[in-house]
């Protein structure tokens, strides 16, 4: 499996433990791979550094086998981007952006546009200041995705579309991964990454927490447990069970978070009358909502 | 945080940028006019005589003059008349960035939604304008009286105090003026060309008036003309009541029309609105093919904007151009030294020299604003993510650099050629023959110029945009007075040399390559510091 992403101890350091330190990441080509993590973290920043924007502090990255600083030019031939901030274009009509950014690139037909735009239903005959939070979400993805690139670098793509339109950009990730192009994503919507993604990334202050498959992060996942006691609980022993953690006690109630064999925890339990137990699977935001606590 | 702290916050880089300015200027005036006017009566004599003769050719730039031989006779003429240009310029700036610049920003939203009302807001924002407006014009007056003690000449500070008073009214009425015209029209930019276009002509309208053209009754339109009926400093002269209370309430007249019309309209949207757009929906990019062109994309983004400039400065170039005879024939055969040494400096023989001197100098400053201002642009286009964007495409940062220089160099080249051929039009029509030959290489002389403020403009964005546009500014505005008063004033070779403008010489009269060289050198370094510099710093930030 090829390489898309690759960076080597990137760090950008704003000073105040603000910005992105030692991120050694890999994303190979043809996945779709979410990065996470709350408003802060150091996502923006890393996506920033991914295209040439600002300059790392320390560390390297390359894209497609290009250094992101010095390739930056003919790497951008092959990237399409969603920024997080949204440009302010003020009077320009829509279609008058899409030309001028056309000219620049060079690789985008007048049809590819016509075709993304009818997808998102977004009339490029208005000026840019008319339009909604959700167009101007559009219009940025539109110039994504038009030019096909090989790989797509989209901060938060879907801030400000319905759900409707929600869909529709799902069905451009997928299309544009079944042209086997990379699809780098970063977002703190869970069930966007969940819906789209075939791994994660979660960053936490600045700092890669973990790298996983969908899948294997949902073998992390823990059960969340409650028991209801017909007398006093057996507090001591529920306390020693291993794997039970943010154990909480209220009168004959007891709940928890519980990773691992259910054996021992059965086994506690053997000489008390149990009235109610109670076992969920965590969702993934509670993972991800794990690694901040 | 109340809302009228946030108002005077608002307008807290005019004030320091107005009190810095034109309080330097104040000071420099008194102590200059005590240098160079002489100590005893009859040399005082001869100087007001050698001013007055100079004042009234300049009477389309400043007041009339009267009692030059005193302190505040020359400030009200040489200061106080200039002054009240920059302090209308701050207002049509902050009244446009009151009415419409917060708007753009979110601003309006978020403290609409706090549960201020609409008229309270723009209550709020003239009241808080009007109260920095203030300090900035008495800051000034005590610093230029500062300059008129150390001259031994102080200024009374009764007289002084209404002098103020009328340049403070005068300009709450732009301010007032530009915020009804910022609620016609959606983008500040729009709204700052309309305003400054109808605050020009109502400048001329004074200024042709000034300088003997009948406009009859319509002069009364103009508040620079309100203004200037007041001379509370002169010896016999007062403030005229009528005319500063003209002005007063036509400020609050124009505020509360824009405060009904901020009411009635739409957030984000104008008073007036035209007919519904056809429903067509459009699905394809613009088939404009200059959007899709190096440079041209840039100036054709701009093309109302330049067009907007270019015609200003034809009809200025025209009204020059058309009271030039006027303005030689009286000075005929004066013998005057200072001004015969002004004129030599100058290079002004002949009506061909006056239209060289007057024209191009007036034309090298306004060009440099028009620099200033798409340096200002550039600075925005990395605060508001376009530079983001564009960098996404696959576009080298030196392009960027590269491509803005040349895109302005461009758009200063429709306007200097269509505000020349006005000049050219307008003198052959009054019986002015010009030298096509030095006219043509005069004006295409401005283009390097242009370049030179370009390329330190943009050095100067990479550095930091936010103090670039007032650095570059201060750079044109120092250095066209050092230019102008320089000979007047009998200043230091070295002094009318630091400006930029010394390298554009007098083409008019003879070649001065080396000079047009220099300038395209210095573009060149600009522009090699701007990329270097661009190429190293992080976007956004």
Same mark, same amino acid.
Not at chain 1, 227 to 237: D, L, N, T
Not at chain 2, 73 to 95: D, E, H, K, N, P
């Given at each position: 499996m090829t390489t898309a992403i690759q960076t080597k101890g990137l760090t950008k350091d704003y000073g105040a433990g603000h910005g992105i330190f030692d991120l050694d990441l890999t994303v190979n080509e043809g996945e779709v791979f979410g990065f996470l993590g709350p408003n802060g973290a150091g996502k923006t920043t890393t996506i920033k550094l991914l295209m040439g924007l600002i300059h790392a502090t320390k560390g390297s990255a390359t894209i497609l086998g290009l250094d992101v600083d010095r390739d930056a030019v003919p790497l951008k031939h092959r990237i399409g981007y969603v920024p997080g901030e949204l440009p302010q274009f003020g009077g320009w009509r829509g279609s008058e952006i899409v030309a001028y950014i056309a000219g620049l690139r060079g690789d985008m037909t007048d049809s590819a546009v016509e075709a993304v735009a009818k997808r998102l239903d977004l009339d490029l005959g208005r000026k840019y200041r008319e339009y909604s939070h959700g167009n101007k979400q559009k219009l940025a993805l539109l110039l994504?995705?038009? /030019?096909? /690139?090989?790989?797509?670098?989209?901060?938060?793509?879907?801030?400000?579309?319905?759900?409707?339109?929600?869909?529709?950009?799902?069905?451009?990730?997928?299309?544009?991964?079944?042209?086997?192009?990379?699809?780098?994503?970063?977002?703190?919507?869970?069930?966007?990454?969940?819906?789209?993604?075939?791994?994660?990334?979660?960053?936490?202050?600045?700092?890669?927490?973990?790298?996983?498959?969908?899948?294997?992060?949902?073998?992390?996942?823990?059960?969340?447990?409650?028991?209801?006691?017909?007398?006093? /609980?057996?507090?001591?022993?529920?306390?020693?069970?291993?794997?039970?953690?943010?154990?909480?006690?209220?009168?004959?109630?007891?709940?928890?978070?519980?990773?691992?064999?259910?054996? /021992?925890?059965?086994?506690?339990?053997?000489?008390?009358?149990?009235?109610?137990?109670?076992?969920?699977?965590?969702?993934?935001?509670?993972?991800?909502?794990?690694f901040y606590k | 945080?109340?809302?009228?702290?946030?108002?005077?916050?608002?307008?807290?880089?005019?004030?320091?940028?107005?009190? !810095?300015?034109?309080?330097?200027?104040?000071?420099?005036?008194?102590?200059?006019?005590?240098?160079?006017?002489?100590?005893?009566?009859?040399?005082?004599?001869?100087?007001?005589?050698?001013?007055?003769?100079?004042?009234?050719?300049?009477?389309?730039?400043?007041?009339?003059?009267?009692?030059?031989?005193?302190?505040?006779?020359?400030?009200?003429?040489?200061?106080?008349?200039?002054?009240?240009?920059?302090?209308?310029?701050?207002?049509?700036?902050?009244?446009?960035?009151?009415?419409?610049?917060?708007?753009?920003? %979110?601003? *309006?939203?978020?403290?609409?939604?706090?549960?201020?009302?609409?008229?309270?807001?723009?209550?709020?924002?003239?009241?808080?304008?009007?109260?920095?407006?203030?300090?900035?014009?008495?800051?000034?007056?005590?610093?230029?009286?500062? %300059?008129?003690?150390?001259?031994?000449e102080p200024l009374p500070l009764g007289p002084l105090a209404l002098e103020g008073l009328a340049m403070w009214v005068l300009t709450l009425f732009v301010f007032a003026f530009a915020l009804l015209v910022a609620q016609l029209v959606t983008t500040r930019r729009g709204a700052t060309g309309i305003a400054g276009i109808v605050v020009l002509a109502l400048f001329m309208l004074n200024a042709a008036a000034r300088s003997g053209v009948d406009v009859g009754a319509v002069r009364w339109l103009s508040p620079f003309y309100l203004f200037e009926r007041s001379a509370p400093l002169l010896r016999g002269g007062s403030l005229e009541f009528p005319a500063t209370a003209a002005?007063?309430?036509?400020?609050?007249?124009? *505020?509360?029309?824009?405060?009904?019309?901020?009411?009635?309209?739409?957030? %984000?949207?104008?008073?007036?609105?035209?007919?519904?757009?056809?429903?067509?929906?459009?699905?394809?990019?613009?088939?404009?093919? !200059?959007?899709?062109?190096?440079?041209?994309?840039?100036?054709d983004q701009q093309r109302i904007w330049i067009v907007a400039w270019a015609l200003g400065l034809a009809v200025l170039a025209a009204f020059l151009t058309s009271i030039t005879k006027v303005m030689v024939d009286a000075f005929g055969n004066s013998d005057i030294p200072i001004l015969r040494a002004y004129f030599e400096r100058a290079g002004i023989n002949a009506y061909a020299d006056f239209v060289g001197v007057i024209w191009f100098s007036t034309l090298l400053l306004l060009i440099s604003l028009f620099v200033v201002v798409q340096v200002n642009g550039w600075a925005a286009d990395d605060a508001e993510g376009r530079l983001e964007t564009i960098l996404s495409a696959p576009v080298s940062r030196a392009r960027v650099v590269v491509e803005r220089v040349a895109a302005v160099v461009v758009a200063c080249a429709v306007i200097v050629a269509t505000s020349s051929l006005a000049v050219y039009l307008t003198a052959t029509s009054t019986g002015i023959s010009l030298p096509a030959g030095r006219f043509v290489f005069a004006s295409a002389a401005v283009l390097p110029v242009a370049y030179a403020f370009s390329g330190i403009g943009h050095a100067l964005v990479g550095w930091r945009p936010r103090v670039a546009v007032a650095i570059l500014g201060a750079l044109a505005i120092v250095g066209y007075f050092a230019q102008q008063f320089g000979p007047l004033f009998q200043w230091p070779d070295w002094v009318t040399n630091i400006s930029l403008y010394a390298l554009y010489g007098t083409p008019m009269s003879k070649d001065d390559w080396s000079g047009i060289a220099t300038l395209i050198v210095i573009g060149i370094a600009g522009t090699a510091v701007a990329l270097v510099v661009m190429r190293r710093r992080d976007v956004g930030r």
């Open positions: 994504a995705f038009a /030019p096909m /690139p090989a790989l797509l670098i989209l901060d938060e793509p879907t801030s400000g579309l319905d759900p409707l339109h929600q869909q529709e950009f799902y069905g451009l990730v997928r299309d544009a991964r079944a042209r086997g192009a990379t699809i780098f994503i970063s977002s703190h919507v869970l069930s966007e990454v969940e819906h789209v993604c075939d791994r994660v990334g979660i960053v936490r202050e600045g700092h890669l927490a973990t790298v996983g498959q969908l899948d294997q992060l949902a073998g992390m996942r823990a059960h969340r447990i409650e028991i209801v006691f017909a007398g006093p /609980p057996p507090v001591e022993r529920i306390r020693a069970i291993p794997g039970l953690e943010q154990v909480a006690v209220e009168d004959h109630r007891v709940s928890g978070m519980f990773r691992g064999e259910f054996e /021992p925890l059965l086994a506690a339990l053997a000489n008390s009358r149990v009235t109610k137990f109670e076992s969920r699977e965590t969702s993934l935001e509670e993972i991800f909502l794990g | 945080m109340t809302l009228f702290r946030l108002a005077l916050r608002s307008h807290r880089t005019g004030l320091l940028m107005t009190a !810095l300015v034109v309080s330097a200027g104040g000071l420099l005036n008194a102590v200059g006019f005590a240098q160079i006017a002489g100590d005893t009566p009859s040399a005082r004599a001869v100087f007001a005589q050698q001013m007055e003769l100079l004042a009234r050719q300049l009477t389309y730039l400043l007041p009339a003059p009267a009692q030059l031989d005193t302190m505040a006779g020359y400030l009200t003429w040489r200061w106080f008349g200039s002054a009240v240009l920059i302090y209308a310029f701050w207002a049509l700036l902050a009244g446009t960035g009151a009415g419409r610049g917060d708007e753009e920003r %979110g601003l *309006i939203e978020l403290w609409l939604s706090t549960g201020a009302s609409r008229m309270r807001l723009l209550e709020v924002r003239a009241a808080g304008f009007a109260a920095i407006a203030a300090v900035s014009i008495a800051v000034m007056l005590a610093v230029t009286d500062v %300059g008129a003690a150390i001259g031994q002005l007063a309430v036509g400020s609050v007249l124009l *505020i509360a029309i824009a405060i009904a019309a901020f009411i009635r309209r739409d957030i %984000g949207g104008p008073l007036l609105r035209g007919a519904p757009r056809s429903s067509r929906v459009a699905w394809r990019p613009s088939a404009d093919p !200059l959007l899709r062109t190096p440079v041209l994309a840039i100036v």
